[in-house]
């Protein structure tokens, strides 16, 4: 009697534990790893300065959510904060600037450094350096430090920028 009360108690035991634990781990398996955020962010960075180089509009605008904050930052100065509210108001910025189109100065821009730091599971901060190939005398340094902040949409489980420092 004494062991069929214990195989019993062992066998609730052991079924409560599998209803009770089963979920949290099957939870967790839906929750990305560090290293694959850190790996999808430096990605959608790494699109839009591809998109930046080729002044391709588009590919910027899939990079990005709305509101999006646009800052020229150097060493020594900040200039032209632009807060970007919509695809149609990004254009015009775009337009605005009065650049022929092809390949801007930032083309093959060499993005390296990245430090993540995860501020919650769907907003992450981004520092890294991006070297530009041929500085030009607009740009007299090649190396610029840069700061990207990112929030992750999640119905189509992706990052989009909502901050970046480009230089001035």
């Known amino acids: 009697m004494k062991a069929n009360l214990m195989i019993r ?23 990305q790893s560090p290293r694959a ?39 020594n100065e900040t200039k032209n904060p632009r807060s970007v509210t919509s695809p149609a108001e990004f254009d015009e910025l775009i337009r605005s600037t009065h ?21 919650s599971t769907t907003l992450a901060m981004v520092t890294f350096t991006a070297k530009l190939v041929k500085p030009t005398t607009e740009h007299k340094l090649s190396d610029f430090n840069s700061v990207a902040i990112l929030r992750k949409e999640p119905a189509a489980n992706t990052w989009k920028i909502i901050f970046m420092t480009v230089p001035n």
């Open 9 to 31: 108690t062992i066998s609730i035991s052991i079924a409560l534990a599998l209803f009770i634990v089963e979920p949290v781990f099957a939870k967790k398996s839906r929750v």
């Open 37 to 75: 955020s850190s790996a999808a962010l430096t990605r959608t960075i790494q699109d839009f300065w591809t998109g930046l180089g080729n002044f391709d509009a588009e590919a910027m605008k899939q990079t990005v959510g709305w509101p999006v904050t646009l800052v020229e930052a150097s060493a």
């Open 99 to 119: 650049r022929p189109a092809g390949k801007s100065e930032y083309a093959g821009a060499k993005l390296s450094g990245h430090k993540v730091q995860m501020l």
